[in-house]
């Protein structure tokens, strides 16, 4: 029973492995183009390179076993690269320095720029046969040290997938996507070009350098592209550059991204993308004739050739001369490979013209060739050896991957990077080991003829990039003309040098284009934002008074503090303007003639047909309303402001007086009064609240007005209501002593003159009210004056004209009371006078009354608040 259960133990144990055996195959065969070389060699390079741009479509058959399909779209630069590793591969197992007991190999597949291809391509060469078997290395051949490739960003992430999970050495040369430094996701990718992060903070610096705040954006539907705008965005959008449009690039949307290119105001666009996903946008653009663009171009095509970009601003990777790479690139054998006998097809298809070659057989038809052409007469990319940048970098990468070779095999025992100091065997070590031969050791290496140093930082070189602009030579061709340069290890401020005067721009402009959505507001302006626009789309709004903005796209205005005020500009704060009537002004100066020539006319004889001693006063109080205006002119003090308002009510207190007593004698106990009454209460004002000087910057936002304060409005209320009341009772008087029947009498004169002094007066409330600054003082000089020289001229005028003009009638006869008529009718003269005196003396004692009420009125108004307003409308002056 024992040996039974053995036996069937064994037996299901053999059937199984016969089973999985049988049932271990191949689900699909890979297509796959490009170079092997590994015969008797000691170690292996593998190499990918898009030398397609694209898969071929499938019959979609379902009914044979699947086979990957084939690339179309033979791309003569990514050749040249090709070419570039398989010079390097063979300059380096010809040296004696470098790796001289090791013969290199290679095995290079085509990605045909496909991710599916690069992942096939992967998968056999991990697997070592033709065919992948995942998770298995099934050839016996020399050991793989790392693959250079696999061209695109896309490309390389796909493969740096895969060959993370092994830890297998791959060394970019044309990768630069910002997501392939995390070493979390891709832990044995390296590059011998730089980081896109590097390249993205170099364009947000080129838009800034040159000021462009309105621009727009092109990227490639792939991670290339997707990073690099990303970062780009983020870094100008912190500056404060907005983006116009942003436009991913797919060939389903290059009709919707011309006419977003055609609407848009935006005179830059940046493009993140290859030269292959690019092609299709710009021949569409040619279609519509859009060449009024400036275009900043990344490193994955600032090389490519188009007419229609001329202008364009780009980075470009280091270049390099290769020596000995062109001869090289010449000496090609049709019939090696399949790539080279494709290449040497497209190339007879598209650029070879039996007319033109010496050595083509005679009558062979166009677009046949022999083979024995001479590549040199080609005139493309694959022979242009004047911009090798994405080609170097191939070279680079080549020569790391040797140099890591070359420190496995002449490393000590004891001083290795294993356990131990041990070394590895360069016959027979795992992908693992390479890996820390590179990144432990720290790979350091010059690059031959340029002497350029390379080393690793996380897998990342330093970044260099050249400033590269496009521009048209006389022939109409497009040359590369390094413009600057951008160093991303110096510091901040030398990072970039941009030699401005070697950029052509767009349609041959020395001067660079502008790309803004709004043009810059200027100083005295602020950015008013517009509702649902970006911020760079703004509208200059000018500060108000009193705000300024002194710089250049102010957000606020900054309000003037103090004594400033802002200037006309609003640009800058400027001391207020002290405002006086000076003297020196021409308005001062007029008063001032105009106060001298009627004082100087006041001293003109007059006939003293009244009392002399009151005309004299009366003349007297003329002369002091006359100088006290020029009192107000000036900067105000503490003396003249206590001076103007007091000699304006004692000079019109007094002519007032002298009119009254000159139409009654009996009045004269009015005006000893009047001198008694006025010059007490002024006294009292001036002691207890006297007038001063202050600096009113409430008036006029503009002007600090420099006037008096009258200290106390029911001093000034009552000293100028007294001579209100004063002027009314002199017209009461005046006007009932006109019909006196004598041959010369002033009453009617001084009715006139008094009817003057009102309507002066009784307009200047509101004119003074309606005015600010020195034309208030201005507005009561003129009052004054034309007041005191209505009187002046009303009453002393008829007597100048007898004086001067008439003077047969200054006689006494003439001067003597009109005789009675014989009816014993009065004529007015003595009865009229006796009425007239008790009328005076009644409207006195009612006018003590009214003083008296008024002053009472008066002071119960102090706290009220319509005091100001009702007061300055009686009295026609205006309290600060």
């Known amino acids: 029973m024992r040996g039974f259960l053995l036996g069937l133990f064994s037996f299901f144990c053999v059937y199984g492995s016969l089973w999985a055996e049988s049932t271990c195959k191949l689900k699909a065969k890979f297509n796959l183009s490009g170079y092997k070389n590994v015969e008797k060699k000691k170690v292996v390079i593998g190499g990918m390179f898009p030398v397609h741009m694209s898969v071929a479509s499938s019959n979609g058959n379902t009914s044979n076993l699947p086979v990957s399909s084939g690339c179309a779209g033979f791309n003569f630069r990514t050749f040249r690269w090709t070419q570039a590793m398989l010079f390097a591969i063979n300059e380096i197992n010809q040296r004696e320095d470098l790796l001289p007991n090791t013969d290199l190999g290679y095995v290079i597949y085509d990605s045909c720029f496909t991710i599916s291809k690069a992942v096939e391509g992967t998968l056999t060469y991990l697997t070592g046969q033709d065919e992948a078997v995942p998770n298995y290395r099934c050839g016996n051949g020399p050991p793989l040290a790392s693959l250079v490739g696999a061209g695109g960003s896309d490309l390389s992430i796909a493969t740096a997938r895969i060959l993370g999970l092994y830890h297998f050495p791959q060394v970019s040369y044309c990768s630069t996507c910002s997501a392939l430094n995390n070493k979390f996701q891709f832990p044995t990718f390296l590059r011998t070009i730089p980081n896109d992060l590097h390249q993205s903070t170099a364009m947000a610096q080129l838009v800034l350098h040159f000021g462009w705040t309105w621009v727009g954006t092109i990227a490639a539907a792939d991670d290339y592209g997707k990073y690099g705008i990303k970062d780009f965005k983020e870094q100008v959008e912190e500056a404060g550059v907005c983006i116009s449009f942003s436009e991913t690039l797919s060939p389903e949307a290059i009709q919707s991204i011309v006419q977003t290119v055609v609407e848009s105001t935006a005179k830059i666009i940046v493009v993140f993308s290859s030269d292959v996903d690019l092609s299709p946008l710009i021949g569409e653009l040619l279609r519509h004739n859009v060449t009024n663009r400036t275009w900043i171009a990344s490193e994955a095509w600032v090389t490519s050739v188009n007419s229609l970009l001329s202008g364009t601003l780009g980075f470009g990777v280091k270049r390099a001369d290769i020596p000995g790479l062109q001869s090289h690139l010449l000496d090609l054998d049709p019939y090696a490979d399949a790539l080279t006998e494709e290449f040497w097809e497209t190339v007879g298809l598209n650029e070879f013209d039996p007319r033109n070659w010496k050595t083509a057989v005679r009558g062979l038809p166009y677009g046949l060739c022999t083979g024995s052409e001479s590549v040199a007469q080609l005139n493309n990319t694959y022979s242009d050896v004047s911009q090798l940048r994405i080609t170097y970098s191939v070279y680079k990468a080549v020569y790391a991957v040797a140099h890591a070779l070359h420190n496995l095999e002449h490393c000590e025992d004891g001083k290795g990077p294993f356990v131990g100091g041990s070394c590895a065997n360069i016959t027979n070590f795992e992908p693992w080991q390479f890996v820390a031969l590179i990144v432990l050791i720290n790979v350091r290496y010059k690059m031959p003829n340029t002497g350029e140093e390379i080393y690793f930082e996380d897998g990342d070189i330093k970044a260099f990039y050249d400033i590269i602009n496009w521009q048209v030579s006389d022939n109409g061709e497009i040359s590369y003309v390094t413009v600057g340069h951008y160093n991303g290890s110096a510091a901040a401020e030398e990072k970039m040098h941009i030699r401005n ?331 009229s006078l006796a009425t007239a005196n008790y009328i005076k003396i009644i409207l006195d004692t009612v006018g003590y009354f009214v003083l008296s009420g008024l002053i009472i009125f008066s002071l119960r108004l102090l706290h009220s608040q319509k005091r100001r307003s009702c007061l300055m409308f009686i009295m026609g002056v205006k309290s600060s």
């Open 501 to 831: 005067e070697s950029i052509v721009w767009n349609n041959e402009e020395l001067e660079p284009p502008r790309s803004v959505c709004s043009e810059n507001c200027e100083p005295g302006t602020r950015k008013g934002i517009r509702q649902g626009e970006p911020v760079c789309c703004f509208d200059c709004i000018p500060c108000a008074d009193g705000e300024i903005s002194n710089t250049t796209n102010a957000r606020e205005c900054i309000l003037c503090t103090g004594d400033d005020w802002s200037n006309n500009a609003h640009d800058a704060c400027v001391p207020k303007i002290i405002e006086f009537l000076a003297f020196g002004e021409p308005l001062g100066i007029t008063l001032i003639v105009i106060s001298v020539v009627l004082i100087m006319y006041i001293g003109t004889p007059l006939v003293k047909a009244n009392d002399a001693l009151l005309s004299f006063l009366l003349l007297l109080s003329l002369v002091v309303t006359f100088l006290c205006s020029i009192v107000f002119l000036g900067e105000p003090q503490n003396w003249s402001c206590m001076t103007s308002q007091v000699a304006l009510a004692l000079g019109f207190a007094l002519c007032l007086s002298c009119i009254m007593a000159q139409t009654s004698m009996i009045l004269l106990l009015w005006i000893s009064l009047k001198l008694t009454f006025l010059p007490s209460a002024c006294t009292v004002w001036l002691i207890i609240l006297p007038p001063h000087p202050v600096k009113n910057t409430s008036a006029q936002n503009v002007k600090i007005i420099l006037e008096c304060d009258e200290g106390s409005v029911v001093f000034i209320c009552c000293i100028f209501a007294y001579d209100i009341l004063l002027a009314l009772l002199a017209f009461i008087f005046a006007f009932t002593a006109r019909k006196l029947e004598d041959h010369f009498s002033e009453a009617k004169s001084m009715t006139f003159g008094m009817l003057v002094f009102f309507i002066v007066w009784i307009s200047f409330v509101p004119a003074y009210l309606s005015t600010r600054g020195k034309f208030m003082v201005a507005v009561q000089i003129f009052a004054i004056l034309a007041s005191s020289f209505g009187l002046l001229t009303c009453i002393f005028l008829p007597k100048c004209y007898i004086l001067l003009v008439k003077p047969e009638r200054n006689k006494e006869e003439l001067m003597k009371p009109r005789p009675k008529p014989k009816d014993g009718s009065s004529t007015g003269t003595s009865a």
